[in-house]
């Protein structure tokens, strides 16, 4: 049995660096109160482990005046740092670059009079963080179908969410190439995101089982899981070894292995560990 690893699985460098920030901040402010401003990223894990170093999470900057607050990588509203400054919060702000880009690119096209339209999830943090340095009057779409009644808008400014699929912010650009005013277009997918859904659906489509690994609730993990499944008729989402608890007999000779931008290293290597019970297995980890 051969067990090909994607080479970008994991951890992207956003990720990374909020979660080695919250780490550092414990130790530097030993002794503090240290809260994020909700899960660092959706993986029961990694918060367990932040939460077993003192790094809580809190939900609502009222219940922690005068404390320290790590934004995530998904960033905030504009309003959230006023909020924060109010209530003596002292910030340590790992919102992601890619992240940040999309914000203030919301923010200028929203005063220069322009309707922003986030393409993305309206329920994600990062959509709801962007649209709030557009005084929330962006509007929202998860696809190109929602998109027929501003076909007439003077001025229209698209971003997407950093990790929607490069298939949908397609299908977006091709469906407003007619529209009559004017339209501008930012595809604002961040590269770890589309360099991790092109070689899923490369990985998936030569492989006999494709493996998907991440939270549940991790929006790019599910999108993975999709681009998986798109390609490869055995493709499965979970969230780490435990649930990997069929017995493959030699079932299949060719693995693949994707994991979200959420999902720790660790985890990655104990479901590889899981396989390698199953017998005789070569393992090509590019990471
Ligand atoms: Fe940033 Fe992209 Fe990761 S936006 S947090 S590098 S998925």
């Known amino acids: 049995m051969k067990i090909q690893v994607a080479a970008h699985s994991g951890f992207c460098f956003g990720v990374k660096k909020a979660v080695e920030t919250a780490l550092k901040a414990a130790e530097d402010f030993e002794g503090r109160k240290i809260y994020t401003y909700g899960p660092i990223i959706h993986n029961h894990q990694v918060t367990a482990y932040l939460e077993s170093r003192g790094i809580r999470i809190v939900e609502d900057l009222e219940q922690v005046p005068g404390e320290i607050v790590i934004v995530r ?56 963080g962007i649209n709030g ?27 997407a969410q950093t990790t929607l699929s490069l298939a949908v912010w397609r299908a977006v650009a091709e469906k407003v190439k007619d529209f009559t005013g004017e339209v501008l277009l930012y595809n604002t997918i961040c590269a770890a995101t589309e360099e991790r859904q092109k070689e899923c659906e490369e990985l998936a489509s030569k492989v006999d089982l494709m493996i998907v690994i991440g939270g549940k609730h991790s929006s790019n993990t599910q999108k993975l899981y999709q681009i998986a499944a798109r390609n490869c008729k055995n493709a499965i989402h979970i969230e780490n070894a435990s649930e990997l608890l069929m017995n493959l007999n030699g079932k299949y000779d060719n693995i ?5 931008a959420s999902t720790p290293d660790w985890i990655i290597k104990e479901v590889i560990e899981q396989l390698e019970n199953e017998g005789e297995v070569i393992v090509n980890d590019e990471r």
């Open 73 to 128: 990588s998904h960033g905030v509203a504009k309003g959230f740092y006023d909020q924060a400054a109010a209530l003596k919060i002292r910030v340590i702000d790992t919102t992601c670059p890619y992240v940040r880009k999309v914000q203030q690119l919301a923010m200028k096209h929203h005063a220069a009079g322009c309707r922003v339209v986030i393409i993305g999830d309206a329920d994600h943090p990062e959509v709801i």
């Open 133 to 159: 340095w557009t005084d929330f009057s962006a509007r929202v779409e998860k696809s190109a179908e929602g998109l027929e009644d501003l076909r007439h808008e003077p001025r229209l400014c698209f971003v």
């Open 256 to 260: 693949g292995i994707t994991a979200g």
